[in-house]
Every structure is written in structure tokens, then in C-alpha cells.
């Protein structure tokens, strides 16, 4: 079973910058192909936000292109969500997502999520 766990969440004025981190792990995880960002703000569905794959891709939500970025850390169970020039409207409990295999097969772990509170 592979768990994921988010840390970095907090009340922040607008205009300041915030990092999340997020790091996977599980006696059966062999592989991650993807480790991405999602938030979910009250009252409205989950989204994506920032998503890494294995081979480079990045993927970011049109809302945060150009101030948020995504990265992976050198052990590659970890990602970074670096949140800059932050806004009210990024308000959400944001949640880590992380696919791969294991043992005993493919998963596909969220997060319990880290709150983030853009106060204007």
C-alpha cells in the first residue's frame, strides 16, 4: 500500500509565494509515473493544478501557468509545488496524487490534503 502525505499548507497574503511538499511511499511501491497537484476549493469539484509524468511532461492548469511550478525532488517520491504571486482564488485544500506500480499491482494514492488560505 502506498500512502501519500502533503505538508507546507497556511493563511499567506495575496502577493506572497508558498511551497508544498508531498512524498510517497509504501513497502509496495516500485515505480511512480506520476506525481501531480489537485485542489478542491469549498463548493466546488477538485481540479488539477500542476501534474509531472516520467518522461518530462508537465501539465499545468491554465489559472496558475506562470506562477505556480511543479518539480520532482532527487529521490523522485517527492514533488514540489512551488506558489507564487498567490491569489485569493487559490483558496482550496490542495491534495498530492501519486500513480505507479507496486505490489501488489497499479495505484493511484491521494493525499489527505494540506489547506492553503490566500487572505486579500
Known amino acids: 500500500q502506498v500512502q501519500v502525505v502533503e505538508s507546507g499548507g497556511g493563511l499567506v497574503q495575496a502577493g506572497v509565494s508558498l511551497r508544498l511538499s508531498c512524498v510517497a511511499s509504501g513497502s509496495g511501491l516500485f515505480s511512480i509515473s506520476t506525481m501531480g497537484w489537485y485542489r478542491q476549493a469549498p463548493g466546488k469539484q477538485r481540479e488539477l493544478v500542476a501534474v509531472i509524468i516520467n518522461d518530462g511532461r508537465i501539465n499545468y492548469a491554465d489559472s496558475v501557468k506562470g506562477r505556480f511550478t511543479i518539480s520532482r525532488g532527487n529521490a523522485k517520491n517527492t514533488v514540489y509545488l512551488q506558489m507564487n504571486s498567490l491569489k485569493p482564488e487559490d483558496t482550496a485544500a490542495y491534495y498530492c496524487?501519486?500513480?505507479?506500480?507496486?505490489?501488489?499491482?497499479?495505484?493511484?494514492?491521494w493525499g489527505q490534503g494540506t489547506k492553503v488560505t490566500v487572505a486579500s
Open positions: 496524487n501519486a500513480k505507479g506500480w507496486g505490489a501488489p499491482g497499479s495505484f493511484d494514492s
